[in-house]
């Protein structure tokens, strides 16, 4: 908890005179905090968190980009136990009009769309169009290389979970989930608010800026307690031996197919969330973020230098 402002007395005999002429400061100070040149600089993440945010960005990326290579080799989703391969919910592919052109096209249930370019039809890594799913430069490795992806996604989903698993071990030991990521009344109460405030591009000053609001901490929730486990055992479905062990997986997610979708929702999910997450970090100001999150150290503004600005 946060430190009531402090009040400094003033140069009166009389102490009880003096407490009634007490002004308020113009900041809150912790026992952690460095004031400097009109802002203070607090300690906004640990290093255990530090660290685990670095592997879990680069291991998100991995994973990201081989996975589409594995999607690459077959770029059609369905629902059920089986692949009903007339009725995919979605699809890429190439197609050929009548006067021999070739169109990349993306189909979502009953709507198709021309995305030559990005989707279905792209060129290659030797520079010549092909038919693939995603484009190379989205993919790892970038030509087409099934094998290698999948060694790639299945030794870095090890790598993912362990994170994921100290992440949350250590945020339950340590208060960070309770103290730092868990919704007060306050922050429920001003969830509009907030997201107007989001939109309208203006971001928290001074003390507000110490924590995080109640936007991020229902994103951040949602990613790690509902995104990252769905992305897990939907990835356990995909494979043949865990629901040999594990057949209630099969059950829980109504077939191997319905998983694959979902896996890939999830994945998609990720992606967004790093999309707004990097938005909003270049919006915010990138140095202090970046740097908050290489040394700890993240600068507020007094109210006394946001007056003047």
């Given at each position: 908890?946060?430190?009531?402002?402090?009040r400094?007395?003033?140069?009166?005999?009389?102490?009880?005179?003096?407490?009634?002429?007490?002004?308020?400061?113009t900041?809150t100070?912790?026992?952690s905090?460095?004031?400097?040149?009109?802002?203070?600089?607090?300690?906004?993440?640990?290093?255990?968190?530090?660290?685990?945010?670095?592997?879990?960005?680069?291991?998100?990326?991995?994973?990201?980009?081989?996975?589409?290579?594995?999607?690459?080799?077959?770029?059609?989703?369905?629902?059920?136990?089986?692949?009903?391969?007339?009725?995919?919910?979605?699809?890429?592919g190439?197609?050929?009009?009548?006067?021999?052109?070739?169109?990349?096209?993306?189909?979502?249930?009953?709507h198709t769309?021309?995305t030559t370019?990005?989707?279905?039809?792209?060129?290659?890594?030797?520079?010549?169009?092909?038919?693939?799913?995603?484009?190379?430069?989205?993919t790892?490795?970038g030509?087409?290389?099934?094998?290698?992806g999948?060694?790639?996604?299945f030794?870095?989903a090890?790598?993912?979970?362990?994170?994921?698993?100290?992440?949350?071990?250590?945020?339950?030991l340590?208060?960070?989930?309770?103290?730092?990521?868990?919704?007060?009344?306050?922050?429920?109460?001003?969830?509009?608010?907030?997201?107007?405030?989001?939109?309208?591009?203006?971001?928290?000053?001074?003390?507000?800026?110490?924590?995080?609001?109640?936007?991020?901490?229902?994103?951040?929730?949602?990613?790690?307690?509902?995104?990252?486990?769905?992305?897990?055992?939907?990835?356990l479905t995909?494979s043949?031996?865990m629901?040999?062990?594990?057949?209630?997986?099969?059950?829980?997610?109504?077939?191997?197919?319905?998983?694959?979708?979902?896996?890939?929702?999830?994945?998609?999910t990720?992606?967004?969330?790093f999309?707004?997450?990097?938005?909003?970090?270049?919006?915010?100001?990138?140095?202090?973020?970046?740097?908050s999150?290489?040394?700890?150290?993240?600068?507020?503004?007094?109210?006394?230098?946001?007056?003047?600005?």
């Amino acid at each position: 908890m946060l430190p009531r402002p402090f009040r400094t007395p003033t140069n009166n005999s009389d102490p009880k005179k003096g407490e009634r002429q007490m002004e308020p400061a113009t900041a809150t100070l912790l026992p952690s905090d460095r004031p400097a040149g009109g802002r203070v600089f607090i300690l906004r993440h640990s290093l255990a968190v530090r660290i685990l945010h670095w592997v879990n960005f680069i291991t998100l990326t991995i994973m990201l980009m081989s996975g589409l290579q594995i999607f690459n080799a077959h770029p059609a989703l369905y629902w059920g136990a089986t692949s009903h391969f007339s009725r995919p919910i979605l699809s890429m592919g190439a197609m050929e009009d009548d006067q021999g052109h070739t169109w990349g096209v993306t189909t979502v249930g009953s709507h198709t769309f021309v995305t030559t370019g990005v989707f279905g039809w792209s060129k290659g890594s030797e520079g010549t169009y092909t038919d693939r799913g995603f484009p190379t430069w989205a993919t790892l490795p970038g030509p087409r290389w099934l094998a290698m992806g999948r060694a790639w996604h299945f030794f870095f989903a090890w790598i993912l979970v362990i994170n994921g698993a100290l992440y949350v071990t250590l945020g339950i030991l340590s208060g960070h989930i309770r103290r730092d990521l868990w919704l007060t009344r306050v922050d429920w109460r001003r969830l509009g608010h907030t997201f107007i405030e989001h939109v309208r591009l203006r971001f928290p000053k001074g003390d507000e800026a110490r924590r995080y609001n109640g936007i991020q901490k229902l994103a951040y929730l949602f990613v790690i307690f509902i995104v990252a486990p769905l992305i897990v055992l939907t990835g356990l479905t995909m494979s043949p031996t865990m629901d040999a062990g594990w057949p209630w997986l099969l059950w829980l997610f109504d077939g191997r197919q319905s998983a694959r979708t979902i896996h890939f929702i999830c994945a998609m999910t990720f992606l967004g969330f790093f999309v707004v997450h990097i938005a909003m970090v270049i919006l915010s100001g990138v140095w202090n973020n970046v740097r908050s999150m290489i040394t700890g150290r993240y600068a507020i503004e007094t109210p006394a230098r946001a007056s003047h600005e």
